[in-house]
C-alpha cells in the first residue's frame, strides 16, 4: 500500500505543471532535459552537526524570512558551518568519496579531533506549497552517519530519509532506510520497498536510487541537497594579481553560450549565468541591471561581445565616460558585486545559499544594498552567512531573528542567540557596532568560554 503522501505520485499533471518553457541561447532554442527544468520551492530549516571538525555537537535552527548571519572570533567555527553544507551537497551531488578524499585530504582530517563517534549529519527541509502534488507542503530529514575504517578509511553506517506532510507532524513515511545488512528504498511503482546492496557501503545510498519515475522523492531529496550552493568568495583576482600557480580562469573569462544551472562557487561561468537572466528571464535581469547601476551610476548597460577567440561571448560594460569596459578591465569590486547579484537574484533559487564573508572588496556604502539583496534572498530560500562586517549587522532589519554569535567553547563550537529584548533596550543607544565594539554582542578569542 502507498503511503498517503505518495498516492498521487503518477498524477499526469505534476510534471506538466513544472517549468517546461523553451529557452533561447545564442538564438537557438533548447529544450528542458527530460522535458523539464527542475524547480522546487525548497528551504532547509535544520541541521544537526556531530564530530565534524569544530563543529562537536551543534544544533542549527534556521531562522525563516531573514538570513543567517553567523559572527564570532577567528577559529570559532563560523566557516565550518559553512563547510558542512557544502560536504553534504557534494557527496550527494559528486559523491562520498568526493567529499572526504578530493575535497578534504581523507577521513581523519573531518572527524572532530579525538572524536571516536561515527560523523553525524541531519538536516531537514520544507518544500512549499506551490509545488505541485505530490511534493508540495512536505518536510523531509536526511540523516546520514560515517564511521572511520581499518586504513584510514571510511564507511556510511547509517542513512534515512523521511517525508513528513504538514498539518499531521505525527506521520512519518520512511522512504529509505539503510540497515546492517543493506539498505531498502521505498518504489511508488510497487508500494514495497526495494533492497539496495553494494559491495562496501562507502557511497549514499541516495546516489543509487536516482530515478524519477521509481524513486520520486528520493530523486527530489537528492536534487535538493545537491543543489545547496556555497559561496567561499568569489575569484576576482585581476591578472597582475595571480600567481603562476593557481588557476587560469574565473569570473572574467569568456563562456560558451548554453543552458547554466547557476553560479559557480568561486563565480567561474558568471557570464553565462547573466546572459541567461537577460535572455529568460526578464524581471531578475532588471533588478540586477538596476542594483548595479545605483552603485555604479557611470554604467549604462552590461554588454556580452563576441570573445575574439570564437565560439564565445565576453562580459563588459558601457561606461559614460570610457566607453566599453571588459570584465578583465573592471574592478575587483564591480566582479564581486557582479557575481553576488547573479548568486542571489536567481530565478530558481536552491534550498540554501551560503557566503562567507560577502562584504569583502565592497566600499561601505554597497554593505547597506548587501544586506537588503541578502534579506531579499531569504525571502525565498534559507541564506546563511558567515561575517566580521559591523557595518553589515548595522543593516540588518532584524538583528535578534538573524545573527547567532559563534564561540569556540571549551567542547568545540557554542551558538547563542541574541536577547531580543535586551538588544531592543541596548539599540535605543547604540548601533551594533557600538555594543559590539564594547563587547556586548560577542566574545574575543581571549574571552570565549568565560560565559
Not at 546572459?275 to 554588454?303: C, G, M, S
Amino acid at each position: 500500500m502507498l503511503p498517503r503522501s505518495l498516492a498521487t505520485v503518477h498524477s499526469p499533471h505534476w510534471r506538466a505543471e513544472l517549468d517546461t518553457t523553451v529557452r533561447t541561447y545564442g538564438g537557438r532554442e533548447v529544450q528542458p532535459p527530460g522535458g523539464v527544468w527542475y524547480r522546487a520551492t525548497a528551504m532547509l530549516t535544520r541541521l544537526h552537526v556531530k564530530g565534524f571538525r569544530l563543529l562537536r555537537d551543534v544544533d542549527i535552527e534556521f531562522p525563516s524570512g531573514v538570513p543567517l548571519v553567523l559572527i564570532g572570533p577567528n577559529a570559532a567555527g563560523k566557516s565550518t558551518v559553512l563547510e558542512v553544507l557544502d560536504f553534504l551537497s557534494s557527496a550527494v551531488r559528486d559523491g562520498l568519496s568526493e567529499a572526504v578524499n578530493r575535497d578534504r585530504g581523507g577521513f581523519d582530517l573531518i572527524r572532530s579531533a579525538g572524536f571516536r563517534e561515527p560523523l553525524e549529519i541531519e538536516v531537514a527541509f520544507t518544500v512549499g506549497a506551490d509545488v505541485p502534488a505530490p511534493f508540495g507542503d512536505s518536510a523531509f530529514e536526511y540523516q546520514a552517519h560515517i564511521d572511520g575504517a581499518i586504513g584510514g578509511g571510511y564507511r556510511l553506517v547509517h542513512e534515512h530519509v523521511v517525508q513528513m506532510p504538514f498539518g499531521n507532524p505525527a506521520s512519518r513515511d520512511v522512504l529509505l532506510q539503510m540497515a546492517s545488512q543493506g539498505g531498502r528504498a521505498f518504489n511508488v511503482t510497487t508500494g514495497q520497498s526495494d533492497e539496495i546492496h553494494q559491495e562496501a557501503w562507502v557511497e549514499p545510498i541516495l546516489r543509487l536510487v536516482r530515478h524519477d519515475t521509481f524513486y520520486p522523492y528520493l530523486s527530489l531529496v537528492t536534487r535538493v541537497l545537491a543543489g545547496i550552493r556555497i559561496y567561499p568568495g568569489f575569484y576576482v583576482l585581476p591578472q597582475w594579481a595571480r600567481d603562476a600557480r593557481e588557476t587560469i580562469h574565473g569570473p572574467r573569462d569568456a563562456a560558451v553560450v548554453g543552458p547554466t544551472a547557476g553560479l559557480d562557487r568561486r563565480g567561474f561561468e558568471l557570464v553565462k549565468v547573466l546572459y541567461d537572466l537577460q535572455t529568460n528571464h526578464e524581471p531578475e535581469w532588471a533588478e540586477l541591471l538596476a542594483a548595479f547601476r545605483a552603485e555604479y551610476p557611470t554604467v549604462k548597460k552590461i554588454e556580452f561581445p563576441a570573445d575574439a577567440g570564437g565560439g564565445r561571448i565576453a562580459l563588459a560594460v558601457r561606461d559614460e565616460r570610457f566607453g566599453r569596459l571588459t570584465a578583465w578591465q573592471m574592478s575587483e569590486g564591480m566582479v564581486a558585486f557582479l557575481s553576488l547579484l547573479a548568486a542571489t537574484l536567481t530565478p530558481t533559487p536552491p534550498a540554501a545559499i551560503a557566503f562567507d564573508e560577502p562584504d569583502a572588496h565592497f566600499h561601505p556604502s554597497l554593505i547597506k544594498r548587501l544586506a537588503w539583496l541578502l534579506e531579499r534572498a531569504a525571502e525565498r530560500t534559507t541564506v546563511v552567512v558567515a561575517t566580521h562586517s559591523d557595518r553589515l549587522l548595522d543593516h540588518l532589519s532584524d538583528p535578534a531573528a538573524s545573527v547567532k554569535t559563534v564561540e569556540a567553547g571549551p567542547n568545540g563550537t557554542v551558538l547563542r542567540s541574541l536577547d531580543p529584548e535586551a538588544l531592543r533596550a541596548w539599540r535605543e543607544r547604540y548601533s551594533l557596532s557600538d555594543l559590539r565594539a564594547r563587547g556586548q554582542i560577542d566574545a574575543a578569542n581571549t574571552d570565549a568560554g568565560k560565559r
